[in-house]
């Protein structure tokens, strides 16, 4: 029927079928609908299409106000907030949206060179380079930094801009098991040939590409132990921060300070604005030389319009608040309470009997439905309940690793998370994803 294919949604646009699309529209559900405000802990969602019996399809303008469990808001950024959005204005007055010209053309405005240098302070490199899109950065370093010849190995659960980047750079791609040290040690002794001392001769160059945190598995990165492996084999180590930056870690400077990784470990240090930072764009870290060479050779830096000024000074104003440069304490509270209530969220749910994965400190909560016919029952009735959860299916996923990814945000308050918790109990109870007994509750 209709209803169990909208789980199936996103697999038939990606088949790009005329009368699947046609039916997907009919679908109203989960899926594409417009957001009607800002992404904070509560948003307005529009009631996408009234269905008039199923003959044309009207928009309509009902809004619904949700909870909102779904956007990466890691520390509430994402809203108006007293220290940064008069700035934004201010810069917007000054230098507009846009620069309209490339980085090197007159598109690097004293607002991108400060941000630059205040990127970098914060994650503890040398240098910084900034770029308009997170996926843009992944997807155009990595050809300039490898290429024929050289062998990138990837945890077999990164991101698609990875995945799309280590395919353009035409370097050989392995893979290894996900966050598994011991596999990544296998692949590299086997790419290296037999006989030849611990180096990858073999191999002009080699980077193992991981991730700070995983966003569909809400899981901490192993790195000690995968910098360990390619300290080991000589290779190089390039993580992908986009998830870890400025949520996890004392002072929010992501998993190294976390896991108490030195930064001069991490050879390339990636990371995106659109999370924590409540901006756009993303970053590439590392040695001066490197930053140098990305400025000269990459592309996407030398031929894109720079990042918009105001999601730059955006960026200069989080990163201030977080390190307590605006004069308050706001940034370490964030940090505290995204920490208390991601942990809480997470005990609730197993307490309740759900399938919870992921780490402690991470916000990111995928409770598994794991068949995908649950995917637009659980998300709609949560909907009808006000609470806007993403489902996340295959191809994301596994096909019957379908989930719902909850994200958690320092703009939550404890009510926030509480009706959430009634709310997805319920319908976890409706839907029959409740695969462990609940705990008896304190009395
Ligand atoms: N890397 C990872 C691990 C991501 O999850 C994402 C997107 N969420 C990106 C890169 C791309 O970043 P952006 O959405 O900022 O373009």
């Not at 062998?151 to 392995?174: E, F, Q």
């Not at 990042?307 to 955006?314: G, H, K, L, R, W």
């Not at 706001?330 to 940090?335: D, E, H, N, S, V």
Request: some cysteine.
């Amino acid at each position: 029927s209709a209803d169990n294919l909208q789980g199936y949604a996103p697999i038939c646009l990606g088949l790009e079928d005329f009368y699947i699309r046609r039916l997907y529209l009919r679908i109203q559900d989960c899926f594409g609908r417009p957001i009607a405000s800002a992404p904070d802990a509560w948003i307005d969602v529009v009631e996408r299409y009234s269905n008039d019996n199923n003959k044309t399809l009207k928009r309509t303008t009902n809004i619904n106000r949700c909870l909102n469990l779904g956007s990466y808001n890691y520390l509430g950024f994402a809203a108006s907030d007293e220290y940064c959005t008069p700035r934004v204005f201010r810069s917007l007055e000054t230098f507009s949206a846009s620069t309209c010209s490339t980085c090197v053309d007159g598109g690097t405005t004293v607002l991108h060179n400060e941000l630059e240098e205040c990127v970098a302070k914060f994650v503890g490199k040398p240098a910084a380079v900034v770029f308009g899109m997170g996926y843009v950065t992944n997807s155009a370093i990595l050809p300039v930094l490898i290429g024929k010849g050289g062998l990138i190995i990837s945890d077999s659960l990164n991101h698609n801009s990875i995945v799309n980047g280590a395919r353009g750079s035409g370097a050989t791609i392995r893979v290894f098991l996900h966050n598994t040290p011991s596999h990544l040690e296998e692949v590299l002794r086997e790419q290296i040939a037999e006989g030849q001392p611990r180096t990858h001769r073999p191999w002009k160059k080699i980077i193992v590409v991981v991730e700070g945190i995983y966003s569909m598995e809400g899981e901490l990165c192993k790195l000690p132990e995968i910098i360990a492996v390619c300290k080991k084999y000589k290779a190089y180590t390039y993580l992908d921060e986009a998830h870890s930056i400025g949520a996890v870690g004392k002072t929010g400077r992501g998993v190294c300070e976390l896991l108490g990784v030195d930064t001069a470990d991490v050879d390339i240090m990636m990371g995106t604005f659109t999370k924590s930072f409540g901006s756009c764009g993303g970053y590439i870290a590392g040695s001066k030389e490197l930053i140098q060479y990305l400025k000269y050779t990459c592309p996407a830096h030398l031929y894109a319009t720079s990042i918009s000024p105001p999601a730059a000074q955006q960026i200069i104003s989080a990163i201030k608040v977080i390190l307590g440069e605006d004069g308050s304490s706001r940034g370490a509270q964030k940090l505290a309470r995204i920490r208390e209530n991601s942990n809480f969220f997470r005990s609730e749910l197993q307490k309740m009997g759900f399938e919870v994965l992921g780490d402690n400190d991470s916000p990111i909560m995928p409770i598994m439905l794991y068949n995908p016919a649950k995917i637009p029952a659980f998300s709609r009735e949560c909907l009808k309940q006000n609470v806007a959860i993403v489902t996340v299916a295959f191809p994301a996923t596994p096909l019957l690793l379908a989930r719902a990814r909850i994200c958690i945000s320092a703009a939550h308050t404890k009510e926030d998370l509480i009706k959430a918790l009634e709310v997805i109990s319920q319908v976890g109870d409706l839907v029959g994803i409740k695969y462990f007994p609940a705990e008896p509750k304190k009395q």
